[in-house]
């Protein structure tokens, strides 16, 4: 049986089920060297199926290294799912600061998870904190408009407040 994998080229491959399965087990095996969980992540970023997602989402946990973790996202954000908007958010309070930049940028790379990620710092289970400001700028000055709008909802008394303090305090 083979597994349809999805490649970043227009092109698909096919590849054994047991090099997804043992991709699968090198992700997750803490004794394996972090240069194999790697490459074994970034296989996963490919796959096809709820397996490697359930396998990517256990990654996520606060007992895995950082570099292990800003993988998993990074793989888990090539998927057009929002179950991975979500399982980010889920994850947010385990996630080290570098791994939730990491984060935030996969929700914002896209649209609709700009959306989920702004209704989650409305229901505060990201604080707007999280954001770094330049990340809050870039959403402020965004191309579609219904991106801008909400992020300077969110966010415009933030940076007014912030340049006000520096201005005052020059």
Known sequence: VFFLMRRRHPRSTLFPSTTLFRSEKVALNSKASLTERLRSVELLAHAVGE??????EELLGPQTPQSIQNAAVESLSTRNKKTVSDMLIKHWRGFS?????????ALSARQDRTAILFAAIQKGKIRRADITLVKRQLLMNHPVDKVRNEARKLFGKDVTTSRTKVVKSY
């Open 51 to 56: 397996q490697s997602s359930a396998t990517l």
């Open 97 to 105: 600061p570098t791994v939730r930049q990491t984060v935030i940028e």
